[in-house]
Each structure stands twice: as C-alpha cells, then as structure tokens.
C-alpha cells in the first residue's frame, strides 16, 4: 500500500490557500471554473481566509474555510453547493456540498458556517 507523508498532503492545501480568492455558493455542484462563476452561481465572496493545514479525522490533513456573513447574492434560486475559485488563473480549486440547501434571493445576503476540506490518507 502506498503512503504520502503529510508534507506532500500539505502541499496540496498550501496552494489552495495561497491561490483561492473566491467562493461562490452554486445552484448544483460545479464541475469547471466557468460553471462555478458563472453559469451555476448564487452569489459570492471575494473576503475569505482559509486556515493552514492541520490534522484531519479521522485521518489525513485539513484546511479551514472560516465561515462568512453578509456575502451578496446575485441570483435567484436554491444553493446546494459551494465553490472556491483562483479567479486571478481562473481556476475551480475545490467544491462540496452545502450542509443544508438554502433558498436565495438575489440583493439579499447569504451565510456559510466554516467548512473543513479534507485529504483523506491514502487507503
């Protein structure tokens, strides 16, 4: 079986941090940078801070997406997915699902609590 040190694990959730500029919360789960900015968002967040990796549960390594309050909505629609972009190389950087779908209305604001993206150790 093989095995990644948690250094080249890190690596991986360094560049997302470092890169990642943006989260757009999407209408399903988008799988290109376009669909997420674009054709599937709800509404965005250009302020987010993403914490440096840790140690995951119950293995692997993790980063931190801090939850964020007041973000615009721009579309109309029910949210069930959120995307983190590199808008600077147009970039999706990561995806997952919301904890809840939540309906929007675009001018209103929308709320993410903090969500946790995970590298799971090699099986």
Do not use: W
Not at 52 to 59: G, H, I, K, L, R
Not at 73 to 83: E, I, L, P, R
Request: hydrophobic share 35%; net charge negative.
């Amino acid at each position: 079986m093989a095995t990644l040190n948690d250094r080249v694990l890190d690596n991986g959730l360094t560049v997302l941090g470092a890169e990642a500029n943006r989260v757009d919360i999407c209408s399903s789960e988008p799988t290109t940078y376009a669909a997420a900015t674009s054709t599937l968002t709800l509404g965005n967040e250009t302020s987010i801070s993403i914490s440096a990796p840790a140690d995951a549960s119950p293995n692997g390594r993790k980063v931190t997406l801090a939850a964020i309050t007041g973000a615009s909505v721009t579309g109309t629609g029910t949210a069930t997915h959120y995307a983190i972009t590199d808008t600077g190389n147009s970039r999706l950087l990561a995806t997952g699902a919301l904890s809840a779908s939540q309906a929007v209305t675009s001018g209103n604001t929308f709320s993410l609590t903090a969500s946790d993206i995970r590298i799971p150790d090699p099986a």
